[in-house]
């Protein structure tokens, strides 16, 4: 059950995008389409951003998007906001049907 | 709207048990799969267990296992971790969570935190 991989710090200016890896093996975002994106931001509970690799669920911005290839997922966020500055956790299940996270990056905001 | 409440924390020491509870509301509890989420301070989150809707099937992390135990009591909407044989590292804000298909977390309380220290 080890976390999958994503980059500690991320940073980009207001307007533009960025892209957030999640690297996991074969026996996780290789195996299902059942990737998840979480937003969290200081003292708060996560929020899903993204779910089923690339669905927005209702309220969440279209400027938020998800993808995955293979072993790895992406999130991208366009036209950066300062209310994006925040730490995001990408998830997956398993095929030990356990669900394991990413270890998390910080989004800086220019 | 959908609820997740969280009580039970506090401080244990080493080898100390500790039993956390989610109260649910605003869904249908007996029809939804549960998780608890871990995070740790400054640290990121770490899936703990998840139970199904009718209790029958439960999963651990390896970290856990054998050590922690998942139960609900559909009666009560209530989600349980109970927490024993504790360790410094086992020091966390504990999240329960609502499942939603496909195999994600949608609704997440606000966490109760556990601290194990002598």
């Known amino acids: 059950q080890s976390a999958l991989t994503q980059p500690a710090s991320v940073s980009g200016s207001p307007g533009q995008s960025i892209t957030i890896s999640c690297t996991g093996t074969s026996s996780d975002i290789g195996s299902y389409a059942y990737v998840s994106w979480y937003q969290q931001h200081p003292g708060k509970a996560p929020k899903v951003m993204i779910y089923g690799v690339s669905n927005r669920p209702s309220g969440v911005s279209n400027r938020f998007s998800g993808s995955k290839s293979g072993n790895t997922a992406s999130l991208t966020i366009s036209g950066l906001q300062a209310e994006d500055e925040a730490d995001y956790y990408c998830s997956s299940y398993t095929t030990s049907s356990t669900w394991v996270f990413g270890g998390g990056t910080e989004l800086t905001v220019l | ?118």
């Open chain 2, 1 to 118: 709207q959908v609820q997740l409440v969280e009580s039970g924390g506090g401080v244990v020491q080493p080898g100390g048990s500790l039993r956390l509870s989610c109260a649910a509301s605003g869904f249908i509890f007996s029809t939804y799969g549960m998780h608890w989420v871990r995070q740790a301070p400054g640290k990121g989150l770490e899936w703990v267990a998840f139970i199904r809707f009718n209790g029958n099937d439960k999963f651990y992390a390896d970290s856990v296992k054998g050590r922690f135990i998942i139960s609900r009591d559909n009666s009560k909407n209530t989600l349980y971790l109970q927490m024993n044989s504790l360790r410094p590292e086992d020091t966390a804000v504990y999240y329960c969570a609502k499942i939603d298909d496909p195999y994600y977390f949608d609704y997440w309380g606000q966490g109760t935190l556990v601290t194990v220290s002598s």
